[in-house]
């Protein structure tokens, strides 16, 4: 696997007011300004809703290769973590603040946001959030691995994980794990799946419902990865490169 060759995209890391005070975000901007100008995208990491930061794999690397292999520029968010008597919505509220910010600078014509397992739930939400209010919606959605439904079929062990996030396990807000909302209006949806994930059947149970809904959806199975391949290049070098070019060719569209 190539990663990280050629042109090292040009970063920098400043905050964005939240209402829960300052997000941490670390822009990834490709040295073709022009091309930069035409296409974004807001990535949030992955971890559980209570793991992970700016620096993981998940996030850094993910966000400065996609930047480096579509030619967009890459915002990834620092949101806050379900730690310390932190939940529900708060995390929600973080990324939907950066990408209202996002859409108030714009840097770009065309804007996307994506995440990865509990970051693509919070991906989704925001995209919800900005369909029912009737500001600027995403242009296209990246989902790795998500974590979208609670329960998830034939998947159990994350009734701490949800009950941390939501702080009870049962009538869950719709944009909370964001499966069980009204799907209808999303933009066009790319779903990547690790093969060895019992919770692969939440992406496969999504992709189903947009099709449903009538957003157009591509799912990739990436062969022999497990849950959080992003996040560990090392364990699936061949997985993450072939996902990250699939996440690339979609970023790609924007540019056309």
């Known amino acids: 696997m190539s990663m990280l060759r050629g042109t090292v995209p040009h970063v920098s ?24 100008a035409r296409a974004g995208l807001v990535w949030a990491h992955g971890g559980g809703f209570r793991h992970g930061d700016l620096d993981m794999p998940e996030a850094d690397m993910v966000a ?28 929600v509220d973080d990324v939907d ?20 397992s509990a970051g693509a739930a919070l991906a989704m939400s925001t995209a919800l959030r900005a369909r ?13 691995y998500p974590f979208v439904h609670y329960p998830v079929p034939g998947a159990a062990g994350y009734d701490d994980m949800v009950h941390n996030y939501v702080g009870r396990l ?18 066009a949806t790319h779903v990547l799946l690790s093969e060895f994930d019992d919770l692969r059947a939440s992406g496969e149970l999504l992709a189903h419902q947009l099709r449903e809904a009538k957003v157009p959806v591509t799912t990739y199975l990436a062969r022999g990865a497990t ?16 996902s990250l070019n699939y996440f690339a060719g979609a970023l790609r569209t924007m540019l056309q």
Not at 16 to 32: A, C, K, L, T, Y
Not at 64 to 91: D, F, I, K, M, Q
Not at 101 to 115: K, L, S, Y
Not at 132 to 144: K, M
């Open 227 to 242: 849950h959080g391949h992003l996040n560990r290049p090392a364990d699936h070098p061949d997985a993450v490169d072939e």
């Open 132 to 144: 029912d209010a009737g500001r600027r919606t995403p242009d296209l959605l990246l989902l790795a």
């Open 13 to 36: 890391g400043p905050h964005v007011s939240g209402p829960h005070g300052p997000v941490p975000v670390r822009i990834h901007e490709p040295q073709d300004t022009a091309r930069a």
């Open 64 to 91: 400065a290769e996609l930047c480096r292999r579509a030619g967009v520029t890459v915002v990834s968010v620092g949101y806050r973590l379900a730690v310390g008597g932190v939940r529900y919505p708060v995390p």
């Open 170 to 187: 049962t009538d869950l807000p719709p944009d909370a794990l964001p499966g069980g909302a009204p799907l209808e209006g999303l933009p």
């Open 97 to 116: 603040a950066v990408w209202q910010w996002a859409c108030a600078q714009g840097f770009a014509d065309r804007v996307g946001i994506g995440g990865a």
